[in-house]
């Protein structure tokens, strides 16, 4: 049970820091990772409060994942994750204004279905 606990946390904290970073994104504009422009590249990153945060929770994450894969088998942990591409779409949609379609609607209840199956193996 403890394993579960830990993956969880993991989810909720990877899906903090993938919005962490979306957010600070949206004030650096676009990036580009052409070569000519890394030094603007990382520049732009690391002058955004929010995508460090991003990089910060990352890391916290994966003290957690490790955590995790102490306590449960990795063929059940990490399809675990996939629980968070549900919070993203949620969250995108909720927060940063994006268009949810029927597509991205069906996937995210075939991945629901996958974790149902996922939780019937312990």
Same mark, same amino acid.
């Given at each position: 049970?403890?394993?579960?606990?830990?993956?969880?946390?993991?989810?909720?904290?990877?899906?903090?820091?993938?919005?962490?970073?979306?957010?600070?994104?949206?004030?650096?504009?676009?990036?580009?990772?052409?070569?000519?422009?890394?030094?603007?590249? %990382?520049?732009?990153?690391?002058?955004?409060?929010?995508?460090? #945060? &991003?990089?910060? =929770?990352?890391?916290? @994450?994966?003290? $957690?994942?490790?955590?995790?894969?102490?306590?449960?088998?990795?063929?059940?942990?990490?399809?675990?994750?996939?629980?968070?591409?549900?919070?993203?779409?949620?969250?995108?949609?909720? %927060?940063?204004?994006?268009?949810?379609?029927?597509?991205?609607? #069906? &996937?995210?209840? =075939?991945?629901?279905? @996958?974790?149902? $199956?996922?939780?019937?193996?312990?």
């Amino acid at each position: 049970m403890k394993g579960i606990i830990y993956i969880i946390v993991c989810i909720v904290i990877n899906v903090a820091g993938q919005s962490s970073i979306k957010y600070g994104t949206r004030a650096a504009g676009e990036l580009s990772l052409d070569f000519n422009q890394l030094g603007t590249f %990382f520049a732009a990153v690391f002058k955004q409060p929010f995508i460090l #945060l &991003g990089f910060v =929770l990352y890391g916290i @994450g994966a003290f $957690f994942w490790i955590g995790a894969l102490s306590r449960t088998e990795l063929s059940f942990a990490y399809p675990m994750l996939s629980i968070g591409y549900v919070f993203i779409l949620l969250i995108s949609w909720k %927060f940063f204004g994006e268009t949810i379609n029927i597509y991205r609607i #069906l &996937g995210v209840i =075939l991945i629901t279905a @996958g974790m149902v $199956f996922l939780t019937k193996s312990l």
